[in-house]
């Protein structure tokens, strides 16, 4: 077999300890850029996470990937997500996926999410009233994480009892650290069967969040979805959906705080949709479609400091890439941490540069947050008006700078920064 260049490293382990590293150093492309240099090469093979694993580099690698889902290549997850999350969207493949997404798309597509964009408001003004006005000092990053979770409880299951929302975010917590089976699954039963009980009598919509849309409403099969499913997949949203939005809000606070020409720009951005709106009147969708400037920079937040660093795929087929032969069953990595510090896509790399984004942006495939192709991310435009709409009321509302500003950004796996994000608050108008 022609197989990529590359190692497998040391038995068992391969190379995970440096992948590891690399991420906990803050710079997970600097894995797959010594190789690429060393092998020159697009493509490589190594041993990471107890398997042996093909990167592929850059936007044709990307497309590759996202295209062949379901044909040659499909989504994998390690074993310890397959038993943490059980069935639902992100354990699953092929139609199975597709039902299933199709069933939340309906809930998560713009036209769905223009319903929400008050009640995020709502809350983004009541968590920074509650947790951030009159304090000096906080730190930023365990307040966001509140804030996303606290949106995910209300917004995917209408809960806003504060004492469930903490149970629930203490048990979130464990559940992701020990990878034990949560107590949260528990209460997530209770709440499923109260809610079926509610639909049945007509004391709850099957509009209202995303848990009664996953009961009321039948998958491709014609079937309802299975309880346990309903379950796990809102397990899944909450893993999938809060710490990537609270990771993201914690780079836009520290990048802002270095880019004081550009916060400027964010600032009149903001203000003039303030201005358009009468006192009190809470955001809607059509002020986001304004907030293009400010989406920019959120963009080239993101390109710098991808929020997750890329994901893995598994080879349904032996197949050919770039002249390589990559066996069946092995596993393979696409980067969007690699992809967005090439620069042949993204010259002066490391310098911020939200104009990269105006016009018709980046080369297809080049700009990958989000993932892409059938497996993108379900949670894009939820999370796009959670981040705009957080950006607003805090420029609006704050001044604030990094108490330590050369605090590291550490990948676990997603970006977080290793003392929390002290920073100093004074109020906006002061
Ligand atoms: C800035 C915030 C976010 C980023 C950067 C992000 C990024 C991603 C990426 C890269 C993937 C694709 C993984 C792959 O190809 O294997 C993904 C998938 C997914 N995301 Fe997000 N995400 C964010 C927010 C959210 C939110 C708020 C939700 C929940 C509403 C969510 C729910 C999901 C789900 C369920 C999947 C799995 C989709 C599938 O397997 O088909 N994400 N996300």
Redesign the pocket.
Known sequence: LNLPPGRFGWPIIGESLEFLRSQLEGSPEKFIKDRMTKYNSPVFKTSVLGEPMVILCGPVGNKF??SNEGKKVV?W?PSSVHKLIGRS??T?ARDE?RS??KL?MSF?NPEALMRSVGVIDEMTKDHLRTHWEGKDQLEAYSTLKRH?FEL?CRL?MSITDPQLVSRLAEHFHVFLRESLPSPSMKELRVLVKQRQTELERKTASPLQD?MSHLIANEEENGKLMPEVEIIN?ML??L????D??S??LMLIIKYLSELPHVLEKVIAEQREITASKARGELLQWEDLQKMRYSWNVISEV?RMS???Y????EALVDFTYEGYTIPKGWKLH?S?CATHTDPTYYPRTLTFDESRFEGSGPAPYSF?????????????E???V??LVFLHNLVEGFHWSLVDPDEKISYDPMPIPVKGLAIRLRPRDS
């Open positions: 990937l996202f989504l997850w969207l992100i699953k996926a299933d997404k939340l998560f996303t995910a995917f995303v997949n899944n949203l893993f999938a959906g809060h990537t939005s990771s993201t993101m991808a929020p997750i890329g994901s893995f795929r696409w969007a990958v947050p989000f993932g892409g192709g059938p497996r993108m991310c379900l949670g894009l939820f999370a796009r959670e981040l």
